[in-house]
């Protein structure tokens, strides 16, 4: 069976620390979209790691870590991070890359630069790690799958053609050193070698791990809002970060996703620019984010400070929808402890009209939070396993939220370890 674990939100909802502990009774991870543009943080036994592209089932001995062909697939990364993880003592992960899987080109980080650059103060606030040049390449099909290093003449002469349009933009657009295909061809033999003996046919791979009654895990990267046609476009990723894409990202029928665990979490956060109705600002900002994740809420590949915010029922609720949400790990609750009473965003007030239906982007531009407060639980909640030993406030709290949104709320996170978590019967669970 296949179980996906995606975000409801803008990302960094906690997804590694549930992936990692999901994966104890999988036999198969897989990362399905995005490239090493953002980061899981896990915290277990070995130590602490941000991981870019390795699947977060990697601390296990008995799973296999895969990078799907939906991937943006960026070899030296992926080779520093192998190592990373096996300096810290981590036993050597079975590791399988799927050779329709693409690659992230020298330049495409280049082009990544070179265009915020452009834009100056009208850039994305991308992270520069050449994913939107990526993927763009991917559909204008002049993108390199990892099975084209196995052809080299072919290659060759591939290489020769694509850069020819990407040295015109270099001299004429961007005023930057032009390309030189041999230099390219060279880098990717050194790709070729680091990558060679973990590529295979993920699809049949996969194919065969289900007719065996194997466990998969889909694992997504950022979250709904960040998705390309149901985010906030275009301060969106460049791929598809909604469960449904890890069909076609792992190369599975999409009848096979039976249980979708969409990871919410219990205030806001992101990075980069976009509308963000419940961001919060000075000193209340910077109190959450200090406290917040596991050591504040900085970015995992960056270190930017990331922008806060309130829990936004409006967008979690759209964002499990578009998930297809079958359980809500709801994440981070313990960081809420400290205050008074928590504000919850629960409608969007647009016009002068107020709704909980989250709009499209221009609308989202001047949307303000309808807000209330519930009472804090002023306690420490971590180390709890058990829901009813949880303070009244806090259950009031998630079965506050878990009405707002809609969808059952299975999970509780209490702690950044792997052990940190509340099962809980929910009343929304068929
Ligand atoms: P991801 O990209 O969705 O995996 O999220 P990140 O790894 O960027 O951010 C989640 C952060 O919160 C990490 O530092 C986790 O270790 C931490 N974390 C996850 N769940 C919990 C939790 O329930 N409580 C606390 N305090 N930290 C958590």
Redesign the pocket.
């Known amino acids: 069976m296949v179980k996906a674990v995606v975000?409801a939100n803008w990302?960094?909802?906690?997804?590694?620390?549930?992936?990692d502990m999901l994966a104890e009774n999988a036999d198969i991870i897989v990362r399905f979209q995005g490239g090493a543009n953002?980061?899981?943080?896990?915290?277990n036994k070995y130590g602490?790691f941000?991981l870019h592209t390795l699947p977060?089932g990697v601390f296990y001995d008995h799973t296999t870590s895969v990078i799907g062909n939906g991937v943006a697939l960026n070899i030296p990364i992926l080779f520093r991070e192998i190592k990373s993880i096996t300096d810290k003592n981590v036993p050597a992960p079975k590791i399988l890359v799927s050779e329709r899987a693409q690659m992230v080109m020298p330049y495409h980080i280049l082009f990544d630069q070179y265009e915020e650059e452009r834009l100056g103060g009208k850039s994305f606030g991308s992270t520069k790690s050449g994913i939107a040049p990526f993927y763009s390449d991917k559909y204008a099909k002049v993108g390199f799958q990892v099975c084209e290093l196995f052809d080299e003449a072919s290659l060759k002469e591939k290489l020769e053609r694509v850069i020819v349009s990407k040295n015109v933009l270099l001299e004429h657009l961007y005023h930057k050193p032009l390309l030189n295909a041999e230099e390219l061809f060279n880098t990717l033999m050194e790709y070729k070698s680091m990558v060679a003996p973990y590529v295979c046919d993920v699809a049949s791979f996969l194919d065969q791990a289900l007719k065996d009654g194997k466990t998969i895990l889909l694992e997504g990267?950022?979250?709904t809002l960040k998705d390309t046609d149901h985010g906030i476009y275009p301060m969106v990723t460049s791929s598809n970060t909604i469960a449904a894409y890890g069909a076609v990202g792992a190369g599975i029928p999409p009848y096979e996703i039976k249980e979708v665990v969409t990871?919410c979490?219990a205030y806001s956060s992101a990075v980069g620019a976009g509308a963000f109705v419940s961001e919060i600002f000075g000193d209340e900002a910077d109190e959450l984010r200090k406290r917040?994740?596991?050591?504040g809420?900085f970015?995992?590949t960056t270190g930017r400070p990331r922008r806060m915010g309130w829990f936004d029922c409006v967008a979690s609720k759209y964002g499990c929808r578009l998930q297809g949400t079958t359980d809500v790990a709801f994440?981070?609750?313990?960081?809420l402890g400290y205050l008074d009473e928590i504000p919850v965003c629960t409608g969007y007030e647009i016009d002068g009209k107020v709704t909980t239906n989250f709009p499209v982007t221009h609308l989202l531009e001047k949307a303000k939070p309808v807000t209330v407060k519930l009472p804090g639980w002023k306690s420490d909640i971590?180390g709890i396993r058990n829901y009813e030993e949880l303070p009244d406030n806090c259950k009031k709290y998630i079965e506050f939220v878990e009405e707002q949104i809609g969808y059952p709320i299975t999970m509780v996170?209490?702690?950044?370890g792997r052990e940190?978590i509340i099962y809980r019967k929910s009343p929304l669970k068929k």
Do not use: F, M, Y
């Open positions: 975000g990302g960094d909802e906690g997804k590694g620390k549930i992936t953002a980061g899981h943080t896990i915290k602490k941000a977060s990267q950022l979250g990871v979490k917040g994740g596991d050591g809420e970015g995992a994440t981070v609750l313990d960081v971590s996170s209490n702690g950044p940190d």
